[in-house]
């Protein structure tokens, strides 16, 4: 990381080392039991009048969310002061009369919190004052997370980068008064150095006015309304997955010759390693012999045969998007194997995703009960009752580096396409969802200005063909777009003994493909295909030619790897920064991956500002990196409204002076009361 990058921090952090004993630490007011006392009613009055900035943080119980403590520093022109209020404490009257200055106050001036999306509704619940009460609202956090990406954003880390007057989290058990003081004043300093890093980055602070704080009203929305559960869904999956299991577990009995528990890595050991003798798989951290998921797929892919990662794997069906594990044993696949990774893949699903959404689990804070009623519901059965009929999801959009969001309580965006009616409408309702097609290989293009994929949008061809007869040197199909059916194709298929869509060398070729475009070397996707009869030097000429194939691409992909080396810096089209605090390959291969993945936040975030600021009658329900998901009531979605919100969503982008589209596919499903079923909006509006 160059020394410019660096230097700021060790500068400011020796200042503040020798500055932090000599500081005259901001005043502390405490308001008494009815906020009536001189000193509490001098601050507000003072704040009135001379206020610059408020500061506000919050104590509540993480399971009730009710206030305990709310301190409020203000910014006078000659300095911070923080009036600490013990808002559980108070009286009726003090209540009252805290909620009328509170709310009169920031109607007034702007507030400063560290995590709004905490504190807001906390203080709502408490005080009655909503998102809309608010002048102008910052946050430090996101602030943060727009800045330097790399870092951690909590307050407890940032006070030892940017606070001013010592440590005060370890007083959090023993003086929640003088711990929440500790959290305004270190909120306060943090906000200063923000708002110094944006006046030297305009960029990065368009990108949080625009996007990160924009999109803080549609989530506390989202927040409080919550989605629905579609109940008898969940126990229908539960059916399911439950009688899989037991197939699963009766075949893996038969294969091996007697019981045997498949979630138990000691039984798995000994029939792998011992019994069959398959190579040992060691844990990278315990350096000890390993049964976990990672070493489950890497015997799959020595055994074979090759199957796409990106396929589901079921128990008898294959389709074009899963493969049966009875197939796979057939084309010579260890069963074992192949009912282990099916197991964990249900044990997954139920752990998570149906379970998870059960009384007495989702919203549990005890580890220990929440295992000991997962294991009631898995053993002794699951009801209509047992199952929440609301979730309340908390993304979190500062947490990842590229700007994705992470999804939590429950991981919706984790759920598999299968799976994603386990919520739903409510009654009266549609969800309006879409896919973004290839967006961030668009965006690739745009920015490398590559022909080939230019062509691959506009012509339909089949990349990943295209790439094996570029690889290895094979006459290109008659027919790129449909090079596994078409009749035009038959004597190509013959002379190269394609197989399909499943052929090893597509595989190879697709997995080799993205693990470039990602910043790899394609050297994992070679590994894994010497395993399916390709010869080692063939598959490393394949890959100096895939390298170069694409000269666009090829002389994009030089320049960036140079820029991120001098620079450590990355900005998506938006001008989205990443500093890079990594090193070598690291820092290349991130640094690869951020212009798209970046970018594609990017997209997402203004499209979804967008939506809820001009159409106001959708209502958030959550996303999937490319794809959003809306609710809206059916009267309320016209043909015409739908159309507008069509322009929207797959709107242009100017990217590297080029005008590029993203065009979507659209569904509308409608409630379980109408059966749940999906249409294409020209079916719908066809019906409606």
Known sequence: MPLTHVLPFVEHMRKA???????ILPPQHIANEDCSDQTTLVFFRRAFETGQTLVVDTEYGRETKYLTICGIGCVFPMGLEVLSIDYQDLSYAGKTLCSHLYRTLVRQLPVVFHNAMADIPVLEKALGVSWKDYKAVDDTMLAHAILWSELPHDLEFLESIYGEYGEFKHLRDTDQLRYNYGDVITTACVWKEMVRGFASDGQAEAIYRQQSLALLPMLLQSAKTGIRVNIPRVIEEYTKLQQIAQKVKHYAELAVGYPINLNSGTQLKHYLYEERGLPVQINRKSKQPTTDDDAIACLRTTLGPVFDTGKELTYDQDTDRSYSILRRVTSGADP??????????????????IIGLGKGVYGESSQTKRKATRSQYWEGGYRPDRVV??????????????????TTHPPLAQLPASLRDLVCPDEGEV??????????????????????LKKVFEEGIDLHTWTVCSMFGYEMPPDLVNPHKAASCEAWRVKYHWLGSDDPRRVFAKQCRYEMYYGGSGSNAAHAATQFGLDTTTLRMALTRLATADTQYYAWKVALETEIKHTSLIRTF??????????????QREGQNQPMQGGVSDIFNTTAVALFTQHTYLRWGYGMHDSQKWYVKEDDLTYTRFNDIRRIVEQPHLINKQVTQFPAEFEIILSPELGSRKFTPEQYFMCH
């Open 431 to 452: 969800c309006l969802q879409w896919d973004w097609k290839a967006i961030e290989p668009r965006i690739l293009q745009a920015l490398c200005g590559s022909t080939l």
């Open 574 to 587: 938006m001008g989205r920064p990443r500093r890079f605090l990594s090193t070598g390959r690291a820092r």
């Open 336 to 353: 074992i194997l192949e009912c282990r990774a099916l197991w964990a893949g249900i044990w997954q699903v139920v752990n998570n995703y």
């Open 389 to 406: 009929p609301r979730v309340y999801p908390q993304f979190a959009i500062h947490a990842q580096k590229t700007g994705r969001w992470s």
């Open 17 to 23: 080392l020798l500055d932090r004993k000599q500081r």
